[in-house]
C-alpha cells in the first residue's frame, strides 16, 4: 500500500510561482509512474503532468505546457511540480496519484493517491 502526501500549495498572485512536494511511502517509488492531477470547483478532475517509473519521459497538459515541470528524486521517493507564470484558471486542487509500470494520463488508472493540496492563484 502506497501514501501519498502533496505540499507546497497556496496562495499566488498571478505570474507567481509555487512547487508542490508529493511525499510517497510504502512501496517502492521507482516501479511507479508518478501523476499531478487537479480539480477546480464544479470541476471535473484533469490531468497535469506525469512522470514514468524511470523517469526517461514526462507528460504535460497543453494548458500547462512551458510554465509547469514535473520531476522526481527516487532517492527521497518524491515527486515534485515545479508551477511557473500561474494564473487564476490554475487555481484548484492538486492531486498526486502513482500507478505502477504503466505510462497513462487517466485518472482512472491511477491507483494510489494524496489528500491534495490547494493552489489558489489571486489576480
Known amino acids: 500500500q502506497v501514501q501519498l502526501v502533496e505540499s507546497g500549495g497556496g496562495l499566488v498572485q498571478a505570474g507567481g510561482s509555487l512547487r508542490l512536494s508529493c511525499a510517497a511511502s510504502g512501496g517502492t517509488f521507482t516501479v511507479y509512474t508518478m501523476g499531478w492531477f487537479r480539480q477546480a470547483p464544479e470541476k471535473e478532475r484533469e490531468f497535469v503532468a506525469d512522470?514514468?517509473?524511470?523517469?526517461?519521459?514526462?507528460y504535460s497538459a497543453d494548458s500547462v505546457k512551458g510554465r509547469f515541470t514535473i520531476s522526481r528524486d527516487n532517492a527521497k521517493n518524491t515527486a515534485y511540480l515545479q508551477m511557473n507564470s500561474l494564473n487564476p484558471e490554475d487555481t484548484a486542487v492538486y492531486y498526486c496519484a502513482a500507478v505502477k509500470f504503466r505510462s497513462t494520463t487517466s485518472h482512472n488508472e491511477f491507483r494510489y493517491w494524496g489528500q491534495g493540496t490547494q493552489v489558489t492563484v489571486s489576480s
Open positions: 512522470i514514468t517509473w524511470g523517469g526517461g519521459s514526462t
